[in-house]
């Protein structure tokens, strides 16, 4: 089968115990389960799956050890389709990466993480003849793949440098690091100039780059509660410009349920996106404008990230607009968020659309700032500064008060 997209980078087994409610863990007491579940996790397996239930041709590429947690993982990805497990790569020397998500109901929930084989994904995982065949490629987290963040980032930078020359379109995803840890010790602003110039669609959420880009702010607020929740709409688009001046063709930032934020650079940059750029480039560049979120019946949000960025990436390489491209990855996100893993709810591009014909309508809420207008037919509100070359000029404000 010849892909459309490779999606490549952190893969792990989930482990997740029917914790009843109000359990607690005390030394020396036992907690009764209601059986465990297990679910092929992190990007490669939620972004990847939720493509494929999208019905995009899809590759994944990331390492498995040489255990029974691997042949677990495989055999759950195997499960949605036998080619989804053929190209992971067996590594002898570590152990299958794992999270334990321990999510005792009305609480928060508690992951206990083992990076694993994902310590030793590296740029040459993803084969020339894989980036030659496909239209894009997808990294995911590579703040949790080492070789991949060490020396300021060569590893990414070397991995999309060629996909790049190979034509392919490029979007990276990344998740929290702990700043307290190795990852925390990386310098983040550094690798992400070295890597955003070769990123053509870059797709975090808007906690972990403000982690990375202010990190005392960011402890500030994530004591006080969820940061996509807490950070001012204008501090959400500070964020964005200063990475879009750092080299991509778009940024958007994932904003839980408030939504996402998008920026776009101009026209030229928009087309250089590889094979899979937007045709009609001119209507989506330098654009500034907020995604309200669909409503929806929240069980939990693990992977909505990875699934919004499905849904995103099906409209990018099906030809969709963009209005129709971010619907998309709204709509897939929210879909996710009403299951406990990531892929459950998305069960197609042609049911979500039958939900928006049953009338399943965005969620509006209040603007996201004062000057923003809302543009009904688009479904989105229009920063103020929309239609401005944004990446182009350096902001005089600060990039985050
Ligand atoms: N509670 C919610 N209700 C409706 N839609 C949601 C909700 N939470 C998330 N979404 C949708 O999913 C998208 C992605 O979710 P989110 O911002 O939580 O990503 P994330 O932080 O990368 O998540 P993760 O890393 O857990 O995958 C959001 O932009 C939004 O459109
Ligand atoms: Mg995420």
């Known amino acids: 089968m010849s892909p459309d997209a490779v999606v490549a980078g952190h893969v792990c087994l989930d482990i997740i115990p029917a914790l009843p409610r109000g359990a607690r863990f005390v030394p020396g007491q036992m907690i009764e389960i209601g059986g465990t579940g297990f679910a092929a996790g992190g990007a490669v397996a939620n972004t990847g799956v939720a493509l494929h239930r999208l019905g995009v041709a899809v590759c994944l590429v990331g390492r498995v050890g040489a255990?029974?947690?691997?042949?677990?993982?495989?055999?759950?990805?195997?499960?949605?389709?036998?080619?989804?497990?053929?190209?992971?790569?067996?590594?002898?020397?570590?152990?299958?990466?794992?999270?334990?998500?321990?999510?005792?109901?009305?609480?928060?929930?508690?992951l206990v993480h083992h990076a694993g084989s994902n310590a030793a994904f590296r740029d040459t995982d993803v084969s020339d003849a894989l980036l030659a065949a496909a239209r894009a490629l997808h990294l995911g987290y590579p703040p949790t793949l080492e070789q991949m963040y060490r020396d300021d980032g060569a590893g990414t930078v070397a991995l999309l440098t060629r996909a790049r020359a190979a034509g392919v379109t490029t979007s990276v995803d990344m998740t929290q690091i702990d700043l307290a840890g190795r990852t925390g010790a990386a310098d983040w602003p550094t690798i992400l100039r070295r890597f955003l110039p070769l990123t053509d669609l870059f797709l975090p959420s808007v906690g972990e780059m403000l982690q990375l880009l202010d990190p005392a702010r960011w402890r500030r607020l994530a004591t006080q509660g969820d940061v996509a929740t807490l950070l001012p709409a204008r501090d959400v688009a500070a964020l964005g410009r200063a990475l879009l001046a750092m080299g991509p063709a778009l940024v958007m930032l994932k904003c839980g349920a408030r939504g996402l934020y998008l920026c776009s650079a101009s026209a030229a940059r928009l087309a250089a996106a590889g094979?899979?750029?937007?045709?009609?480039?001119?209507?989506?560049?330098?654009?500034?404008?907020?995604?309200?979120a669909y409503p929806a019946d929240l069980v939990g949000t693990n992977g909505a990230g990875d699934a919004a960025i499905a849904g995103f990436l099906m409209g990018v390489l099906r030809g969709f607009g963009l209005s129709r491209s971010l619907d998309a990855a709204v709509a897939v996100g929210a879909c996710s968020v009403e299951h406990a893993d990531a892929i459950a709810g998305v069960s197609g591009w042609p049911a979500i659309m039958q939900r928006k014909a049953a009338g399943w309508r965005r969620d509006w809420r209040d603007p996201p700032g004062p000057a923003w207008r809302r543009d009904d037919a688009a479904g989105w509100w229009c920063g103020p500064r929309d239609g401005a070359p944004l990446a182009s000029h350096t902001d005089d404000e600060e990039l985050i008060p």
């Open 67 to 110: 255990d029974r947690y691997g042949d677990l993982l495989r055999h759950i990805l195997a499960g949605h389709a036998a080619h989804l497990a053929e190209a992971l790569h067996r590594d002898d020397t570590a152990a299958t990466a794992h999270t334990y998500i321990l999510s005792v109901p009305g609480a928060d929930r508690m």
């Open 275 to 292: 094979h899979a750029a937007p045709r009609d480039a001119a209507a989506w560049a330098d654009r500034e404008l907020w995604v309200p």
